[in-house]
T-cell receptor, first 111, second 114 residues
Framework: DQQVKQNSPSLSVQEGRISILNCDYT??????FLWYKKYPAEGPTFLIS?????DKNEDGRFTVFLNKSAKHLSLHIVPSQPGDSAVYFC??????????FGKGTSLLVTP | EAEVAQSPRYKITEKSQAVAFWCDPI?????LYWYRQILGQGPELLVQ????????DSQLPKDRFSAERLKGVDSTLKIQPAELGDSAMYLC????????????FGPGTRLTVT
């Protein structure tokens, strides 16, 4: 049973615009959420995280928003750059346990 | 910058053969994870170690898969015998410990079973 869902398999955005990637989860015990970026033939690279005590975390062009009541989080990339083109995985965990990943969203940023 | 090392990067094997993957985590990281990623899916946990002890291997197919981390540093994942359905990317990750610590992934081993 998929506990973390990324319902958009792909997203295309123009360079300079905002990219918004969405993620939903079903397990109310999750208290730590992360976004990973993956290029072909490489392992996932950690991007940004947020704990359940916060509703927003920002790191440069990347911001993650958490809505616990809706069990929803999103990743905003502003402005989007061609180098951001990759597969983005949302992941969630209970403290001390392994990550549960979504299926990923493939982002394409066009010039 | 410290990285998680994995070898080999690619492995092709025939079904019913044995295959092994190696992982060296970032120095000082107590927790080590093995994940399997099937094409089009997210990584799924196979086994989690805290130092040399297994914390979670509930998703590890124990009839054919084994994992060890004898000295609490590097780790080996073995499949014997390999089956066609084992074709996937095998990813190793490490973190300082469990809890609110990011997991850092290695480049993975792409396994193809023919």
């Amino acid at each position: 049973d998929q506990q973390v869902k990324q319902n958009s398999p792909s997203l295309s955005v123009q360079e300079g615009r905002i990219s918004i990637l969405n993620c939903d989860y079903t397990n109310s015990m999750f208290d730590y959420f992360l976004w990973y970026k993956k290029y072909p033939a490489e392992g996932p690279t950690f991007l940004i995280s947020i704990s359940s005590i916060k509703d927003k975390n920002e790191d440069g062009r990347f911001t993650v928003f958490l809505n616990k009541s809706a069990k929803h989080l999103s990743l905003h990339i502003v402005p989007s750059q061609p180098g951001d083109s990759a597969v983005y995985f949302c992941a969630a965990s209970e403290t001390g346990y392994a990550l549960n990943f979504g299926k990923g969203t493939s982002l394409l940023v066009t010039p | 910058e410290a990285e998680v090392a994995q070898s080999p990067r690619y492995k092709i094997t025939e079904k019913s053969q044995a295959v092994a993957f190696w992982c060296d985590p970032i120095s000082g990281h107590a927790t080590l994870y093995w994940y399997r990623q099937i094409l089009g899916q997210g990584p799924e946990l196979l086994v989690q170690f805290q130092d040399e002890s297994v914390v979670d291997d509930s998703q590890l197919p124990k009839d054919r898969f084994s994992a060890e981390r004898l000295k609490g540093v590097d780790s080996t994942l073995k499949i014997q015998p390999a089956e066609l359905g084992d074709s996937a990317m095998y990813l190793c990750a490490s973190s300082l410990t469990g809890g609110f610590y990011e997991q850092y992934f290695g480049p993975g081993t792409r396994l193809t079973v023919t």
